[in-house]
């Protein structure tokens, strides 16, 4: 069984055209966005007034779940795509860790550095004799 990882790319101009540079420049800003391509289906990129002051849309359909969006406001298509791609994948990537987090909950801590709650409980734990060790001294005598 093989899944298409392919993620389509879809512009959509409202009042006005998204010329071919434009759209390679965006396809190659969004190649960024391939790490999370198992959980992405299609990316659509809405500019209205591309040319001048555009207000661009990236919308993000994943798999399962709603999509993601991500909105603004530049001077220029090209720099306004960048920020976009940006935002985008930081919404991604907290989308991920907060998926990561809900299956293992000491798993913020143990990426911090420091120990998770319950080993921190049992090396407190570990101060006090075990029970092999009472068992041992006992037989001993």
């Not at 298409?4 to 434009?22: Q, W």
């Not at 603004?72 to 960048?82: A, L, Q, V």
């Not at 299956?103 to 092999?132: L, T, V």
Request: proline fraction near 3%.
């Amino acid at each position: 069984m093989t899944e298409e990882t392919e993620v389509t790319i879809e512009f959509k101009g409202r009042h006005d055209d998204i010329t071919e540079r434009m759209q390679a420049h965006a396809a190659n800003k969004l190649a960024r966005l391939a790490r999370f391509r198992d959980r992405l289906s299609r990316i659509e990129v809405v500019a209205e007034h591309a040319h001048r002051n555009p207000e661009i849309e990236l919308i993000v359909h994943r798999r399962r779940g709603l999509p993601l969006v991500a909105r603004d406001r530049g001077t220029s298509f090209s720099s306004t795509i960048d920020l976009l791609v940006d935002k985008m994948e930081k919404q991604l990537r907290k989308e991920k860790e907060r998926r990561k987090d809900h299956k293992h909950p000491d798993a913020k801590a143990e990426r911090a550095g420091g120990r998770p709650a319950r080993a921190r409980g049992r090396a407190e734990a570990g101060d006090e004799e075990s029970y092999e060790s009472i068992v041992d001294k006992t037989l001993r005598r």
